[in-house]
C-alpha cells in the first residue's frame, strides 16, 4: 500500500470509482438494447401481420415471400442486437468481479496483505469501456449462437403451426389462401 489511508491506496480507490462508473454506462448500454429489441420486435410483428394479412386477402405468392423475407431481416437484426447485449453482459460480468474483489479487500483489510495486491492485478487486468470491450461484428457470430433462434421461428412459420391450421391457410403450398 502506498497511501496509509485504510486497507486499500487512494489510487486503487480511484480505479474502483472508475470501475463504477463503467458500470453505470454498462447498465444503460444493455438497457437501451433492450429497448430497442423490444420495439423492434414490436414492428416485426406488425409488419408481418400486415404483409400475411394482405397475401391472405389477395391469395398472392408474392406477398407471402416477403413476408418471409421480413421475418429473416428482423431476426437478423433481432441477433445482432441479441449479440451486443451477450457483449455487454459479458462486461458488467467482469466488472462485478472487480467489485466483489475489491469489498473483499475491503473486508479482509490488514489481515491479507494478498488482498490489495489481487485488486490491483485486476485492475489492471481490466480494459475500462463498454464500447471498447465490444468485438468487431462478424455475420459467423449469428451462426454460431444464434442458431436455435432461427430453428424455432423456422418451425412457427412452417405448415405444422396451429395458427395456419386454424385460419385455414396453409403457406408455402399450392392453393394457397383462405379456405373456399
Same mark, same amino acid.
Given at each position: 500500500?502506498?497511501?496509509?489511508? #485504510?486497507?486499500?491506496?487512494?489510487? @486503487?480507490?480511484?480505479? &474502483?470509482?472508475?470501475?463504477?462508473?463503467?458500470?453505470?454506462?454498462?447498465?444503460? /448500454?444493455?438497457?437501451?438494447?433492450?429497448? %430497442?429489441?423490444?420495439?423492434?420486435? #414490436?414492428?416485426? &410483428? @406488425?409488419? !408481418?401481420?400486415?404483409?400475411?394479412?394482405?397475401?391472405?386477402? %389477395?391469395? =398472392?405468392?408474392?406477398?407471402?415471400?416477403?413476408?418471409?423475407?421480413?421475418?429473416?431481416?428482423?431476426?437478423?437484426?433481432?441477433?445482432?442486437?441479441?449479440?451486443?447485449?451477450?457483449?455487454? *453482459?459479458?462486461?458488467?460480468?467482469?466488472?462485478?468481479?472487480?467489485?466483489?474483489?475489491?469489498?473483499?479487500? *475491503?473486508?479482509?483489510?490488514?489481515?491479507?496483505?494478498?488482498?490489495?495486491?489481487?485488486?490491483?492485478?485486476?485492475?489492471?487486468?481490466?480494459?475500462? #469501456?463498454?464500447?471498447?470491450?465490444?468485438?468487431? /461484428?462478424?455475420?459467423?457470430?449469428? =451462426?454460431?449462437?444464434?442458431?436455435? !433462434? /432461427?430453428?424455432?421461428?423456422?418451425?412457427?412459420?412452417? %405448415?405444422?403451426?396451429?395458427? !395456419?391450421?386454424?385460419? #385455414?391457410? !396453409?403457406?408455402?403450398?399450392?392453393?394457397?389462401?383462405? &379456405?373456399?
Amino acid at each position: 500500500m502506498s497511501d496509509n489511508d #485504510g486497507p486499500v491506496s487512494s489510487a @486503487t480507490k480511484e480505479l &474502483v470509482r472508475l470501475v463504477e462508473l463503467d458500470y453505470e454506462r454498462t447498465a444503460k /448500454f444493455i438497457e437501451g438494447v433492450i429497448g %430497442t429489441s423490444a420495439a423492434i420486435r #414490436g414492428l416485426l &410483428v @406488425t409488419a !408481418w401481420l400486415a404483409v400475411v394479412t394482405l397475401a391472405v386477402n %389477395t391469395s =398472392r405468392w408474392a406477398l407471402a415471400a416477403v413476408s418471409l423475407a421480413v421475418v429473416i431481416v428482423f431476426g437478423l437484426v433481432d441477433a445482432y442486437h441479441s449479440w451486443l447485449y451477450h457483449q455487454a *453482459l459479458q462486461h458488467a460480468i467482469e466488472l462485478e468481479s472487480i467489485s466483489r474483489t475489491y469489498y473483499a479487500a *475491503l473486508a479482509r483489510g490488514g489481515d491479507d496483505p494478498d488482498a490489495e495486491e489481487d485488486l490491483e492485478v485486476h485492475l489492471q487486468a481490466h480494459r475500462l #469501456g463498454v464500447y471498447s470491450n465490444l468485438r468487431r /461484428f462478424r455475420m459467423k457470430d449469428l =451462426r454460431r449462437k444464434h442458431r436455435a !433462434w /432461427f430453428a424455432v421461428h423456422a418451425f412457427a412459420l412452417g %405448415t405444422d403451426n396451429p395458427v !395456419w391450421q386454424e385460419s #385455414g391457410a !396453409w403457406p408455402l403450398q399450392p392453393g394457397w389462401g383462405p &379456405v373456399q
